[in-house]
């Protein structure tokens, strides 16, 4: 009985170190492309800032703080193309976040309020986009 306990909770240790290691792996690496992100809008390359963005949504972990500022950033992109009527990239940066968050979804379904916001978004400018003349 006291061999089947010690084996138990080794395996608990070694299941919670397990887990421990791959959440710190993935949120230093959702630093890492927040951080890209945050290089790349500085120097004014919007488009390499929405891929670190996105990126960092990817590397989701729950209770990070960067998730959210990465979709406000995406969002701010997004409102900068469409002010300066660009509807090709400001589409660029809604479906990203977008898309960021469905690819994030399992047991919990986080984003959910930016799906709806960027759905409204690309729904209006996915109009203006038809009409508008296409460059030859």
């Excluded at 994030?104 to 996915?126: F, H, N, Q």
Aim: net charge positive.
């Amino acid at each position: 009985m006291e061999k089947a306990k010690t084996i138990a909770v080794n395996i608990a240790l070694i299941a919670f170190i397990a887990v421990f290691l791959i959440w710190g792996n993935t949120l230093y690496r959702q630093h890492a492309q927040f951080d890209k992100g945050e290089k790349a809008l500085a120097g004014g390359d919007y488009i390499a800032a929405i891929a670190g963005y996105e990126s960092a949504i990817h590397m989701y972990t729950p209770g990070s703080g960067l998730v959210e500022r990465a979709a406000e950033r995406l969002w701010t992109i997004g409102e900068h193309y469409e002010q300066a009527g660009d509807v090709d990239k400001a589409l660029i940066a809604y479906r990203s976040l977008r898309s960021s968050f469905y690819a994030v979804r399992g047991l919990t379904s986080p984003g959910r309020e930016w799906i709806e916001r960027c759905d409204g978004k690309i729904a209006r400018l996915v109009k203006i986009q038809q009409f508008q003349p296409k460059a030859q």
